[in-house]
T-cell receptor
Framework: DADVTQTPRNRITKTGKRIMLECSQT?????MYWYRQDPGLGLRLIYY???????NKGEISDGYSVSRQAQAKFSLSLESAIPNQTALYFC?????????????FGPGTRLTVL | GQSLEQPSEVTAVEGAIVQINCTYQ??????LSWYQQHDGGAPTFLSY??LDGLEETGRFSSFLSRSDSYGYLLLQELQMKDSASYFC???????????WGAGTKLIIKP
């Protein structure tokens, strides 16, 4: 079984719709992250959470919100999707106190906003 | 601000050695990491340099020089399966966020 799962894997939606991307992990990690990846731009951090009660904005949080429902679940919402939010979205986890830079990624969600 | 620069693309021959460079500008960071990403896949962790010097893991080695704001990933005995994008990343000491380079696409020819 995959340690970090994301649903859906692919989603096509229309401008203005509200979309939720979900992430679950069985690694027992406290820290969870949401990134988006655009061609030629690498990964950019949207939000991160160091525990259930700790949510932090990343580099590009505008237009997004998150919910940490439990240690194992971290959801990303697009309140009103727009075409420039078309991208590949990754959820990642890392252990508290472990090598700071080692993160474990889910398979990604490819989102298209028409 | 913090930024990392890497070449956008590198081409090498199967069986050869290739070096992917990463230069960075940051006020403070915990260490330099490298990740591999195959087309359509998720990034996977390769290596981490907390201190200056060379770290070796099998065919892959990574180097960091804080005084030169520079690091590199060295891949030896290249195999076709090494065709992928490689990202360097640093975590800032101020906010514990990973900052990523734009990635280097490694193309391997037979």
């Amino acid at each position: 079984d995959a340690d970090v799962t994301q649903t859906p894997r692919n989603r096509i939606t229309k401008t203005g719709k509200r979309i939720m991307l979900e992430c679950s992990q069985t690694k027992g990690h406290d820290r969870m992250y949401w990134y988006r990846q655009d061609p030629g731009l690498g990964l950019r951090l949207i939000y991160y959470s160091f525990d259930v009660k700790d949510i932090n904005k990343g580099e590009i949080s505008d237009g997004y919100s998150v919910s940490r429902q439990a240690q194992a679940k971290f959801s990303l919402s697009l309140e009103s999707a727009i075409p420039n939010q078309t991208a590949l979205y990754f959820c990642a986890t890392s252990p508290t106190g472990g090598p700071y830079n080692e993160q474990f990624f889910g398979p990604g969600t490819r989102l298209t906003v028409l | 601000g913090q930024s990392l620069e890497q070449p956008s693309e590198v081409t090498a021959v199967e069986g050869a050695i290739v070096q992917i460079n990463c230069t960075y500008q940051t006020s403070g960071f915990y260490g330099l990491s490298w990740y591999q990403q195959h087309d359509g896949g998720a990034p996977t962790f390769l290596s981490y340099n907390a201190l200056d010097g060379l770290e070796e893991t099998g065919r892959f080695s990574s180097f960091l020089s804080r005084s030169d704001s520079y690091g590199y990933l060295l891949l030896q005995e290249l195999q076709m399966k090494d065709s992928a994008s490689y990202f360097c990343a640093v975590m800032g000491t101020a906010d514990y966020q990973l900052i990523w380079g734009a990635g280097t696409k490694l193309i391997i020819k037979p």
